[in-house]
DNA sequence: GGCAATTAAGTTGTGCACAATCGATCTGGC
DNA sequence: GCCAGATCGATTGTGCACAACTTAATTGCC
């Protein structure tokens, strides 16, 4: 039972360890775009809205991100000229985000960022898939567990 | 090829969303010794080491974690009681850190927290090893790529 | 219609992560 | 023995994450 406690026995450590690792991958490739990771996640989920701008809290249940994360993110990619934040004006308390057009425009010059991370990693695509799958189901049953 | 910038596509999303999620079962769990995730980790290395107290570099090593990170969070660990530091004799670059009594006591008293971690995630155990197994080998094949 | 409860976003404070830099110490080649 | 280069840990600055709190706007109940 106490070798339980060793380090790289517990998923959780691989877990860690796995995700910061998959960042060192993307920060030199989204440098490139003056971006950082949870920055790309936003954008990610406004180039699959489209036409309607999410407000932040929506943004906040996509990602699973606060306001206090979100808030001062949202101003970088603003000062960074991607996003316009707009006070909605059937209800003051929302804020929507939506892309400029460079914004828009980034999602072209983006396309392969996925395929040169996915290649980073040295799995095959089942593999991925599988982990993905794998993954998600962690996520979500801990999020279940969570609500209750 | 759009269809991959969309975010539940993406393991690596699946990847960030699942470290963080596994952090949030830590939390509460921890909070009852007064522990983060990332401090946590490093009692688990001094527990693991026993006797030969590591030093900051060898502690860093083994997370990949950076002094930036690990001097601060030494010192909180320092100032909670369960970690001390201590410049080595031979070479007074080096920065030993061993365990108190209690940093050492407290071994037993978290004996549980790794099965209370593994049954929130509800996986069953051959499922858990696979995944530990799958993650350490993307870790690895990423770290193995950047040395090159 | 009035007001308590709720909701939305922002702010503050703490603690990672990591890049870049610094000062102190050590090492190897000469 | 000396000194250029390396190593070690700490510090500074930026950007998440998240808890706790604040303010403003809205909703529902009566």
Redesign the pocket.
Known sequence: MTDDLVLRRQVCFALYAAS?AL??VY?PILDEFGL?Y??YLVLLVLWERGDDAP???ELGAAL???????????K?LEAAGLVV?TRSA??????EVGLTADGVALRQRMDEVPLRVARATGLGEAELIALRDTLTRVTETIHRQKEQ
Chains 1, 2 share one sequence.
């Not at 699973?64 to 949202?74: E, N, V």
């Open positions: 910061r960042t060192d920060r950082t949870p920055q407000t932040v809290s699973r991100l606060d306001s206090g994360t979100l808030s001062p993110l949202l970088r934040r059937r209800d003051e308390r929302r804020v």
